[in-house]
């Protein structure tokens, strides 16, 4: 039998120690990352006992009368331990089905983990979707790098580096969370969007986290012409933001910043993530920004959401 119990404060400690031991669990399941953005996302997240042992989690929020899988996350899906198999997952998902049915849930949106996060095989899940008929629901595609064996840089990118590094361009981790937003700002204000996080929430969070988020920047004279906000797991290196001045485009700062992450920065992780090119639930590839990272010799992982019915009445 699984127990379903939905989190409380008091679990915290239990939590947080069994996403560092688990096989697919990064610092964003942590209570402290989680919970920064508390005032925009109820929290639904679940715990799961098998023979009173805690077996997995499930970090949620609730939206009306459906639960995502996280709402205020790029992925989530069921956190797991070395000792997760595939009968035992079937089950964590009949309970999860019914412990929503029985409060009224409809659907679960489920965000799975992507495969690079993952210390151990675990696609337990992605049987268990199948099993109860979930529906792929968004597909976005993601650049990455397998930095044990990297595909070269293009000609073009090589030839931006080399020109960036002749000028006299630093690059080096940096603190000013203010002038980065600024410039992705800018960046991000010719697409109609603007960015998800203020210099506050940036700084609160690199406090929490200093070992996992970290600002990059390339400077000329002591300006900012391009920055990369680096968020580190213990196989990743994901770009969570990317901005570049329109000076900084014109010397190369960004292409110059990127290879001192992949080159040296990052060169010991099994994988460089750029994030995904893809807009509307992944129909629309944004080609020109897919090109770029392909440039760096990234190829493409995929981030996947799942639409799981619960049978509600």
Not at 18 to 29: D, H, I, M, P, Q
Not at 266 to 289: Q, V
């Amino acid at each position: 039998m699984i127990e379903t119990v939905l989190y409380q404060p008091s679990m915290k400690l239990d939590w947080d120690n069994f996403v560092e031991a688990s096989k697919n669990g990064t610092f964003l399941f942590k209570r402290d990352y989680m919970e920064y953005h508390s005032d925009r996302f109820t929290d639904y997240s679940l715990i799961f006992y098998k023979d009173r042992k805690l077996c997995a989690l499930l970090p949620a929020s609730l939206h009306g009368n459906c639960v995502i899988s996280h709402g205020g996350l790029t992925y989530g899906g069921f956190v797991t331990g070395g000792n997760m198999t595939a009968r035992l997952m079937l089950e964590i998902m009949d309970a999860t089905k019914a412990y929503l049915r029985e409060d009224g849930i409809a659907e679960l949106n489920y965000k799975r983990v992507p495969y690079i996060y993952c210390s151990q095989p675990s696609d337990e899940d992605i049987y268990a979707l199948f099993r109860c008929n979930a529906t792929l629901t968004k597909c976005g595609i993601s650049s990455t790098i397998y930095l044990p064996e990297r595909i070269h840089y293009s000609k073009g990118r090589r030839s931006s580096i080399s020109r960036a590094g002749k000028i006299g361009l630093e690059v080096h981790e940096s603190d000013d969370f203010s002038s980065f937003i600024n410039i992705l700002a800018d960046s991000l204000k010719r697409h109609g969007a603007v960015p998800v996080h203020t210099p506050e929430e940036l700084i609160l969070l690199k406090s929490r986290f200093p070992d996992n988020i970290k600002l990059y920047s390339t400077t000329r004279e002591g300006r900012m012409l391009a920055g990369a906000l680096v968020y580190e797991s213990k196989h990743v290196a994901h770009t969570q933001y990317l901005a570049n001045t329109e000076e900084g485009r014109l010397c190369g700062a960004l292409d110059l910043l990127i290879d001192e992450l992949i080159s040296r920065q990052y060169a010991s992780k099994r994988y460089f993530d750029f994030g995904i090119s893809t807009e509307n639930g992944g129909h629309y590839l944004n080609e020109g920004l897919a090109r770029q990272k392909q440039e760096f010799g990234a190829r493409g992982v995929v981030y996947q959401e799942f639409s799981v019915k619960t049978d509600v009445l």
